[in-house]
């Protein structure tokens, strides 16, 4: 059975930083796609950043650009999301997920969350302005 254990969230003032920390077991971690979600009260869910575990790829959107980077620690089993300058309008619960491999790329999995099987359960940002 596939986990995913996401944690790092807090309470952060507007400019600051935080690194969220997504711990998989019962999966190929080394040949996944691995995905971090957010939702923010009364918005859908979006996609924020994505790894391809097998070869380390990666995409986010431009709404991220610049901010949020994405990496993965194979001995670990755990990705992990950094957040940098962090805005008010970033405060939303993070998800991570699993299994989302698509065949149109990574975009295309950031794209669609019901591709991914596997969810761990959120963890809070709140970013104070």
């Known amino acids: 059975e596939v986990q995913l254990q996401a944690s790092g969230g807090g309470l952060v003032q507007a400019g600051g930083s935080l690194r969220l920390s997504c711990a998989v077991s019962g999966s190929t971690f080394d040949d996944d796609v691995i995905a971090w979600f957010r939702q923010a009260p009364g918005k859908e869910r979006e996609g924020v950043i994505c790894?391809?575990?097998?070869?380390?790829?990666?995409w986010w959107p431009d709404s991220v650009e610049g901010r949020f980077t994405i990496s993965s620690d194979v001995a670990k089993s755990t990705v992990y999301l950094q957040m940098n300058n962090l805005a008010p309008e970033d405060t939303a619960v993070y998800y991570c997920a699993a299994g989302g491999r698509s065949d149109y790329g990574l975009q295309a999995s950031l794209a669609f969350p019901t591709l991914f099987p596997y969810w761990g359960r959120g963890t809070l940002v709140t970013v104070s302005s």
């Open positions: 790894i391809d575990t097998r070869d380390g790829t990666k």
